[in-house]
């Protein structure tokens, strides 16, 4: 049974998908102190990405796991009520999410997915092995382009 009745369940979800998350912004401030300048939620670009870093033509999506359905992960679970009704949602998130990304790599960007719980699970501790890793994705793709 879910632990929320549908009102609390629906005040839980619209927390959950308010904009500027927290583990948004806390790519966000490690990025631009590793002297990265970009620009957020632009809206000229499909599905509009949470970071576009112009100079390396890349992007990036900060996905909610139970949103986009993070595979093999314990908050992409489906909730036991209405349960139709979020399948539905999440599927056509997943779907929506492909073909963004499949027109923005036409238009020559590279697209980075990083996930909220690689982000909280490190935030506390250290992010820094995480950003480590996009940072040398955001790179290696530059290094190809030029
Ligand atoms: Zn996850």
Redesign the pocket.
Known sequence: MDIWDKKKRSEVMSKIRSKNTKPEMTLRKALFARGFRFRVNDKRFPGKPDIVLPKYKTVIFVHG?FWHR?ED?Q??YIPKTNTDFWVDKINSNVERDKKNAEKLSVLGWNVLTV???DIRHTYKNDISPLIDSIVNKILENHSRET
Do not use: I, S
């Open positions: 796991c993070h992960c908050y992409a996930w909220e719980c």
